[in-house]
């Protein structure tokens, strides 16, 4: 009987549509115009959002490759998801000082303190009760996300405050930003870029083998919390372009993009930040172009658009090639049942894709201490690292 | 006793009568919904799902938003559907990323349930100026604020005949999948009790693992469409993995691990409710959002216990026992 009725609390309804960085006028239709934002010639403004967010999905991919093979993917999640907490506290405290203008980074301080809250609760929760660290991820970040809708609830009767912007960082909008917000975001996420290169062996060995990495000297916990703090950064860079609830998947999917076409750590981080790239260059000059188009489903969309293609392509682990492996397999066993044993003796161990450089059905072998030597250090297969199901084939 | 009498005698006090009208639907709809999530949930972290449900909660998003867009109404019978079918899609998919992609698991979870929500979202805002009816701010909090009930001015009027005809559907709709779920619960007890701990032998005794499981799931989507309405999806997500979590770190015991999670589950419902539309407006001035109390009640619950269990160990439990 109600079902006429609309949301009482209208956040994103009552902003303005996000047209300001509108299809130009020399534009002739919507594809000229989205080609036209896509090679940067979208004005001075659009171009600063949208080169900052090329940045971020880099750092994106880079950050997000390490989290994944470290099997800490999801932390980014509840960092994400927290950080509504902070932010509407930061909102608040500025508020109640009698500051009108919303000024990002002190909102980006109060969301990197609930991530960091949020990270330790887990750590906590999987290191001293029975929990597992999936049950702690999914109650701290969605009862984190719960607290944060109510001291959302609570700015909305602060009066006065310019409260613009603030629901945006849900989902994410290119459209309201400034260049001196995509600054912001660049220079983070060129951070984030600079110390994961910078601590790019240590991280590796890190991800490979905790234990081997452990006796070498190496601070592991410190690495880990580094590792989350990383996390943590592109998180917040990517709070406004890409929204809080979204801006997990863009560590998550330019990483698993990567691991279907290498085994290996170097190229698998420059593919997962091609990847990044590309999803944000797409996605954000398409919500440029498109009115009410949010930009963080945008480029969440097309890293999962890219991630679906490699699914179906990729050499070695993608549906096509196992289903030609396969179609090989069964004729050499037609062969075997034709001509005996000698034709099986060429034809009979499955060949295997053109990428898998490494053993690439190595991974009982590679991940046991057997193969902990520096080889591993540097670039081992990275079949070794999460726990991939091989032979499920 | 005059007739006038007789009706003055019967009829609700004003104040109660304007917390029923404006109080009592939503406090009903959040407390049974908070109760089903808490009792589904329940099966979902002892089988180690609790991302699970998350992911579910996420991705049935899309299939909500089409069947809206397709039937124009928030009929619950199309929604479901298209609720399900996500659900299915994305279970499917999650699959064969795992397979074939050999992404460990969370990542693939991660990867399917964020892509389905950023396609839901994204359907929304671009149909956002022509559908009011479904905006992103129930996907993200209900809308417990509209099911107030034209409450009849006596009680007979209430007991009577058509007294419940003024009353929103939505919580009488969640009471019986409260209802439905004890029920099947209750009735497939031994056989969720095989299953959850040892599916193997299940199988061997002529058990259906995958039928229980799949039997669950399907509650549990029917759950997450219909607390849309009460919490929001994502707030669902804490009411089905904080309350089971709260309960299990408190007791060993299958029989009172459910039940104290759906007690919990109930309590932060009423509790939520109460704190955030009659003590929040007492202490900060206004009400706040209400089933984001829920859930942040929820949490709270789940922390103190943690750290009470804590203490009661003098450290980690057994790591056998984890969950």
Redesign the interface.
């Given at each position: 009987m109600f079902d006429g009725s609309r949301c009482p609390i209208a956040w994103l309804g009552s902003a303005p549509p996000a047209t300001s960085l509108r299809a130009l006028p020399e534009a002739s239709g919507p594809l000229e115009a989205w080609l036209q934002v896509l090679s940067f010639g979208g004005g001075y403004n659009t171009n600063v959002v949208l080169l900052g967010a090329i940045l971020l999905g880099i750092s994106a991919g880079a950050v997000g490759s390490f989290a994944m093979l470290k099997g800490r993917a999801l932390v980014a999640d509840a960092i994400s998801h927290a950080s509504l907490v902070g932010v509407g506290s930061a909102f608040l405290l500025q508020a109640a000082a009698g500051q009108q203008e919303r000024s990002m980074p002190l909102l980006m301080l109060g969301a990197a303190l609930a991530g960091t809250c949020a990270v330790v609760s887990i750590e906590w929760i999987t290191r001293h009760t029975r929990l597992s660290a999936e049950t702690a991820v999914a109650t701290v970040s969605s009862a984190s996300f719960g607290a944060g809708i109510v001291v959302l609830s609570a700015t909305r009767r602060v009066s006065g405050a310019d409260r613009a912007g603030l629901d945006e960082l849900i989902f994410g909008s290119t459209a309201s930003m400034t260049s001196a917000d995509a600054m912001l975001m660049a220079i983070l996420a060129v951070a984030a870029l600079g110390a994961t290169l910078a601590l790019y062996r240590v991280l590796t060995a890190v991800a490979f083998n905790e234990r081997f990495a452990h006796a070498r000297g190496l601070p592991v916990r410190l690495l880990d919390t580094i590792l989350a703090a990383l996390v943590g950064a592109v998180a917040m860079a990517g709070l406004q372009a890409v929204g809080m609830l979204l801006v997990a998947a863009l560590l998550v999917a330019p990483a698993a993009t990567a691991r279907l076409w290498t085994t290996r750590v170097a190229p698998m981080v420059l593919v997962a930040a091609a990847a990044g790239a590309g999803a944000a260059w797409i996605g954000a000059s398409l919500s440029a172009v498109t009115p009410n188009a949010p930009a963080g489903p945008l480029i969440i969309l097309s890293a999962a658009a890219a991630f679906l293609v490699s699914l179906l392509i990729a050499p070695d682990r993608g549906i096509f090639s196992g289903w030609l492996r396969h179609r090989q397999v069964a004729a050499a066993a037609r062969r075997l049942a034709a001509g005996g044993p000698a034709a099986a003796a060429n034809s009979g161990s499955a060949p295997t894709g053109p990428a898998s450089a490494g053993p690439a059905s190595a991974g009982p072998a590679s991940a046991g201490p057997a193969s902990a030597g520096p080889a591993s250090a540097g670039a081992g297969p990275a079949d070794a690292g999460p726990p991939a199901d091989e032979g499920s084939r | 006793m005059s007739d006038t009498d007789e009706r003055a005698a019967d009829a609700i006090p004003a104040g109660l009568h304007e917390f029923m009208t404006l109080d009592l639907m939503p406090m009903v709809a959040v407390t049974a919904s908070a109760a089903t999530l808490a009792l589904l949930g329940s099966f979902l972290?002892l089988r180690?799902q609790?991302?699970l449900?998350?992911a579910m909660a996420h991705s049935v998003l899309p299939g909500l938003v089409i069947a809206f867009l397709l039937t124009g109404?928030?009929a619950a019978g199309p929604m479901f559907a298209g609720a399900t079918a996500a659900a299915a899609l994305s279970g499917l998919a999650i699959g064969?990323?795992?397979?074939?992609?050999?992404?460990?698991r969370?990542?693939?979870?991660?990867?399917v349930y964020?892509?389905m929500?950023?396609?839901g979202?994204?359907l929304l805002?671009?149909n956002?100026?022509a559908n009011?009816?479904l905006?992103?701010?129930?996907v993200?909090?209900g809308?417990l604020?509209?099911?107030f009930w034209n409450v009849p001015s006596t009680w007979a009027g209430v007991f009577g005949e058509g007294g419940l005809d003024g009353a929103?559907?939505q919580p009488l709709r969640l009471v019986g999948l409260l209802v439905i779920s004890c029920v099947a619960v209750a009735v497939g007890w031994p056989l969720l009790r095989a299953v959850a701990f040892d599916p193997a032998f299940a199988r061997s005794r002529g058990l259906h693992p995958t039928m229980v499981a799949a039997a669950l799931m399907v509650l549990t989507t029917l759950a997450i469409v219909l607390s849309f309405d009460a919490v929001g999806s994502?707030?669902a997500?804490?009411l089905l993995?904080?309350p089971p979590?709260t309960a299990?770190?408190l007791t060993d015991r299958m029989g009172p691990y459910v039940m104290l999670s759906v007690g919990l589950g109930a309590a932060a419902g009423v509790l939520g409710y109460l704190l955030?539309t009659q003590a929040a407006p007492l202490l900060?001035?206004?009400s706040?959002?209400a089933?984001?109390?829920?859930?942040?009640l929820?949490?709270?619950g789940?922390?103190l216990s943690?750290a009470l269990?804590?203490r009661r160990r003098g450290?980690?439990?057994?790591a056998a026992?984890?969950?």
């Open positions: - | 972290v180690r609790a991302m449900g998350d109404s928030r064969a990323i795992i397979r074939h992609g050999r992404v460990e969370s990542a693939a979870i991660g990867l964020t892509t929500f950023a396609l979202v994204l805002e671009l956002g100026g009011v009816d905006d992103v701010d129930c993200l909090s809308q604020e509209l099911m929103p559907p994502i707030l997500i804490a993995t904080c979590a299990r770190l955030a900060l001035g206004a706040v959002d089933s984001g109390s829920v859930a942040t929820s949490g709270l789940l922390a943690a269990s804590h450290g980690s439990g057994p026992a984890r969950l």
